[in-house]
């Protein structure tokens, strides 16, 4: 996935170059960039990088009120929840805390992973309460796009009474998508 990464992102340079930042196929890749991510980097960080750029597109080429942009929320919402993000399993020891990880470029990043978790718990919810309020615009054109958003309300609240700050380092543990 590491490679992967870097074969993606001199596509979307490569993208960026011949089609300008929001043409071709820059979506797409900056997407499949943030789910590269998600498989290998414990940071989400660096992969919100990408999902808000891809973000960013749909907005600039006019597709902020789409149910492409819904479903997009949705996708980047349900990718921060699950494996390596703020579900899944969560384990605190001493040295996780305050660890040191490599980046693909060769740089480290040091991060607390509560910090991490919470930053980006908001941001999740900020992004579902975004799709609710424009899946409430789509109920034409998909009668089931505000149910899906609703799911995933509650998958979000659901995690919202796990408070990771709380565990105390060395006690080992897990929240499960269940």
Known sequence: YQKATKVLRQA?????????????????IS??????????????????EYFDHALE?????GE?????????LINITVNLMGGEGMGGEYTASPGDYFDSFDRDDGSFYFASMGQEYTSYFHLAE???????????KLEVED??????????????????????DSVPMGVDGYISGG
């Open 12 to 28: 979307l340079e490569r993208s960026n170059a011949t089609f300008g930042e929001t043409g071709g196929e820059a979506f797409e």
């Open 143 to 164: 009668e089931y796009l505000s149910a899906k958003v609703a799911i995933l309300q509650a998958k979000l609240k659901v995690m919202e009474t796990a408070d990771l």
């Open 57 to 61: 597109i749909l907005r600039k080429r």
């Open 31 to 48: 997407m499949n960039i943030g789910y590269a991510y998600s498989r290998w980097s414990p940071s989400l960080s660096s992969r919100m």
């Open 126 to 136: 900020k992004y579902v309460l975004e799709a609710a309020e424009i899946a409430q």
């Open 64 to 72: 902020g009120e789409t149910i492409k942009y819904v479903t997009t």
